[in-house]
């Protein structure tokens, strides 16, 4: 009768989705928008007005121009303000 081979260890499994879960719970909120230039520029000021930059630190984390001349855009902002 063989043996079977053993298991492989998870310790290296494990800690990958622990380092994932931590570089995602980085306390900020993100949302993504496809928008036209002035539906963006509404939608920063939304977003500013909402959660005040001092407060919770809002930013447009990153933006681009695509093909059909739309704003692609991540708005980034901590959670909550202590």
């Known amino acids: ?3 079977l081979p053993k298991s492989p260890s998870m ?3 494990k800690k ?3 380092d994932h879960r931590q570089a995602e719970s980085d ?3 993100r949302s993504r928008y496809v928008l036209s230039r002035e539906e963006a ?4 000021r ?3 007005d909402a959660w005040p930059k001092a407060a919770y630190w809002t930013e ?3 933006w681009r121009l695509d093909e059909d001349g ?6 980034r902002r901590l959670s909550s303000a202590d």
């Not at 520029?41 to 920063?44: T, W, Y």
């Open 27 to 29: 306390g900020f909120v």
């Open 46 to 48: 939304e977003w500013f």
């Open 1 to 3: 009768m063989a043996k």
């Open 11 to 13: 310790d290296g499994l």
């Open 41 to 44: 520029r509404a939608k920063a």
């Open 16 to 18: 990958r989705i622990r």
């Open 60 to 62: 447009v984390e990153s």
């Open 70 to 75: 739309r704003i692609e855009f991540t708005m």
